[in-house]
């Protein structure tokens, strides 16, 4: 929860809107990173957050809940503020499907098999028990920062774990805010520590013995190094890594349908979402016909001031994301894409801010480098297939895996594609909808581990086995 931190570093919020400090945070240091995971220790081992039961635990995060429920709003343009996502998007996504996995995390935890007796192969019975993994590191990154603390967060806390939670350093206020909220429900000293700062706050953490799980959430690249630091003291790792998901669309498929649903599952938070759909698979035949329907609904977005509640997209986060995104529009441009539409940096009305146009690219191929790196930001990519087998292929031939998509008026026929794609996560008619009762998370060099459901629970917990003699 909230701490005094020792280092005296203090860094600046920028608004991506007005290009303007928003506030000043303390960065934590060595010695707060000690101090945070020495009281999670505590806690875990002399303290009665080791000791409590799992009602006790499940009747904690309710009372969060509860807190929470009454800062929605507050939540909300806090991250508005520290990100620009759009208000709108922030208090119904951000902030609102937040608060609705921490409620549904609570449910499974209330039916989630903490221990049961098996009758074991020997003969003796052998009981099962499952108990908290330890001390967890959760690494949070900007672009969906209270939707992936709590996936990380709350079944850390029902499994009994005690945590240390770093935010990126482009959006601690919110993280800031919520341990605000849980020193209101009253968990013990050193179950839960939050730790402001850039990556190197998060090196501290990785690699710091006293840690016994790290979950880390963000780009392909930095889970590796994750990884590799996690190896030296065999911490044990969960990586929710990159995407480049492909949505298969079929030629019976209504292109007005496929658009407002691509709209949705590709380009809310300003593309800033890693399992967007940004390859558009679409027949060869029908190329020109779901191209057009792709621009007409992107060309309605309303670009423009977060804060007004009827902007639809706002800025990317940082002037460095920003570049970025112009930077592969270029590079689209000088490898042969076809730029539809999009691509200017400030919409009509604004003379500052780091926004990009939403930008959609055709005629492409899945060689090109806006088909096999993620951008990360308002830019999809159409490409052709010859048939099925054709479109199947190219989904998979990528480094990632995800999520994806497979859109037909067929459900069976969409299903039986969808079964041949090798990926984590995958939606018919949609993009993967992060149901709260079913695993997330990639193969490839999308990570490993999974999150949500009850799988998400077990990634934070130890099967112990005891054999009892007959």
């Known amino acids: 929860m909230g701490q005094t931190l020792r280092s005296g570093r203090v860094f600046e919020v920028v608004s991506p809107h007005t290009e303007e400090p928003v506030a000043e945070v303390t960065a934590a240091g060595p010695d707060d990173v000690d101090a945070a995971v020495n009281a999670a220790r505590a806690a875990l081992d002399s303290g009665p957050w080791g000791r409590s039961e799992p009602a006790e635990r499940i009747a904690a995060v309710r009372r969060l809940v509860d807190v929470y429920d009454e800062h929605r709003r507050q939540m909300a343009d806090t991250i508005t503020t520290e990100i620009g996502a759009p208000i709108t998007f922030a208090k119904r996504a951000q902030v609102g499907l937040a608060a609705m996995m921490m409620r549904a995390f609570c449910d499974l935890a209330e039916r989630h098999p903490w221990q049961e007796t098996r009758t074991g192969f020997f003969g003796a019975d052998v009981q099962v028990r499952k108990e908290p993994v330890g001390v967890v590191a959760a690494i949070v990154p900007w672009n969906m ?24 350093p482009e959006s601690p206020l919110d993280a800031l805010l919520l341990a605000d909220l849980l020193d209101q429900v009253d968990l013990p ?19 710091h013995p006293g840690v016994d799980k790290v979950s880390f959430t963000g780009s392909s690249a930095a889970g590796r ?6 190896a030296a003291n065999l911490t044990r790792v969960g990586l929710e890594l990159g995407g480049k998901s492909a949505a298969i669309i079929l030629d019976d498929a209504e292109p007005e349908k496929v658009a407002a649903g691509v709209r949705s599952a590709s380009l809310s938070n300003s593309g800033q979402i890693c399992n967007a759909l940004t390859r558009l698979l679409v027949p060869q035949g029908r190329h020109d016909e779901y191209t057009d329907a792709l621009a007409a609904e992107m060309a309605a977005i309303r670009v423009g001031n977060p804060t007004d509640p009827d902007t639809q997209m706002g800025p990317l986060v940082s002037r460095r994301q920003q570049q970025r995104v112009l930077d592969y529009i270029r590079i689209g441009e000088d490898e042969g894409a076809r730029r539809v539409l999009g691509g200017t940096d400030l919409p009509d009305g604004l003379d500052r801010g ?24 308002p830019v999809l990519t159409v490409i052709p297939y010859r048939d099925e087998d054709d ?34 996560t995958l939606g018919i008619n949609q993009g993967y909808t992060m149901d709260p009762f079913a695993p997330f998370g990639g193969v490839k060099a999308s990570g490993y581990g999974r999150e949500l459901g009850p799988e998400g629970i077990d990634g934070y917990l130890d099967a112990k086995s005891i054999a009892v003699a007959p």
Request: aromatic content about 6%; overall charge negative.
């Open 225 to 230: 190094a994750v990884a590799a630091a996690c």
């Open 189 to 207: 000293e050193g179950v839960v520590s939050v730790l402001p700062g850039d990556g190197s706050v998060g090196e501290l953490l990785v690699g």
């Open 391 to 424: 479109a199947v292929a190219i989904a998979n031939d990528n480094d990632y895996g995800l999520a994806g998509s497979v859109w037909s008026a067929d459900t069976d026929r969409a299903l039986r594609i969808a079964g041949r794609v090798r990926t984590g």
């Open 145 to 168: 920062p209270q939707f992936l603390i709590t996936t990380k967060l709350i079944p850390a806390l029902l499994a009994g774990c005690t945590v240390v939670l770093k935010p990126a």
């Open 354 to 377: 780091w926004y990009v146009q939403p930008t959609l690219f055709a005629g492409a191929d899945n060689s090109m480098t806006i088909a096999r790196e993620e951008i990360f930001g």
